[in-house]
C-alpha cells in the first residue's frame, strides 16, 4: 500500500445511548444518519482507527434503529458481520448482513444499516482506486474502465473464511484498546484483509455487468478485464 504510514494514526472510541449523539458522531465520520425504529433501550461503541483514507471501524450496537449513509464517490465499505443480524439496503435491494455474508457498498452507492438486537461487525473503508490498484498488481494488468464489485461476499470457505477470521481478531483487539497501540501489527493485519477481500469478493467490468455476465474473483479476474496486448501480442 502506497504512502500509508502505520506508524501515524488516527484512533477515536465513542460509546453510549443516546441516538442523537450517535448521529452526531457518525456525522462527524462520514455523513451518518441515525433514525430510531421503536421504544427501547439503545447501546453503542465505536472504535475507528484510520490514515490516509483508510479506516477500520469496529461496531457494537443494541437495539432497534437504523443509519443511513449516502454515497461517499470515492470510498468503498465492506462490513464484515461477527455476531447478531442486520439488514444493509442498497438500491434497490435488502441484503441479509448475517453470519458467513460479509457485504461490499460501492462508492456511488447510499445505503441503510438496519440493526434489530445486539450486533457486531467490522467495517472497513477502502479508497475504490487502491482496490483496483491492488488487482492490477496482482495480475500485472491494466484495467480498461471502473470496475464493479458484487454486494454479496462468501465468508464461508476459502479467502471469505480467512477474512472473517482476521476481521474477528481485528475487531477484539480495537474494543480491547490493544491493536491501535501496535501499528506495524494493525498494518500487517490489514495488509492481509485487503488481499483476502480482493480475492473474495466478484467483480466484473460494465460491458460485462450490462451483458449480464456473472461476477469474478480475482483468481479468474483475467476473463472479465480488458486486458491491453503489445503491438505484436
Known amino acids: 500500500m502506497p504512502d500509508v504510514n502505520w506508524n501515524s494514526v488516527d484512533h477515536l472510541s465513542f460509546a453510549g445511548t443516546d441516538l442523537q449523539e450517535l448521529s452526531a458522531s457518525l456525522s462527524y465520520l462520514h455523513n451518518g444518519e441515525v433514525r430510531r425504529e421503536s421504544r427501547g433501550t439503545t447501546k453503542y461503541r465505536i472504535d475507528l482507527v484510520g490514515t490516509q ?3 477500520i471501524i469496529a461496531s457494537s450496537y443494541d437495539g432497534a434503529f437504523t443509519i443511513h449513509f449516502p454515497a461517499s464517490i470515492d470510498t468503498a465499505t465492506i462490513l464484515i458481520p461477527l455476531t447478531g ?15 458467513n455474508l460479509g457485504v461490499f457498498v460501492d462508492r456511488l452507492q447510499n445505503y441503510e444499516l438496519h440493526v434489530a438486537g445486539p450486533r457486531r461487525h467490522l467495517c472497513f473503508r477502502v479508497p475504490h482506486d487502491e482496490l483496483v490498484r491492488r488487482i492490477e498488481v496482482r495480475l500485472n494488468i491494466s484495467v480498461r474502465g471502473r470496475l464493479q464489485f458484487a454486494n454479496e461476499i462468501d465468508l464461508s470457505q476459502g479467502p471469505g473464511l480467512d477474512l472473517a477470521r482476521l476481521a474477528m481478531t481485528m475487531h477484539d483487539g480495537l474494543t480491547g484498546e490493544t491493536l491501535h497501540k501496535t501499528p506495524v501489527a494493525l498494518g500487517h493485519l490489514l495488509e492481509a484483509c485487503l488481499e483476502f477481500l480482493i480475492d473474495a469478493v466478484g467483480h466484473t467490468t460494465p460491458a460485462n455487468f450490462l451483458a449480464g455476465l456473472p461476477f469474478r474473483g480475482t483468481s479468474s479476474v483475467r476473463s472479465t478485464i480488458c486486458i491491453p496486448t503489445s503491438p505484436g501480442g
Open 53 to 55: 483514507g483508510i479506516s
Open 85 to 99: 443480524n442486520a439488514i444493509v439496503a442498497v438500491t434497490d435491494r435488502k441484503i441479509p448482513s448475517i453470519q
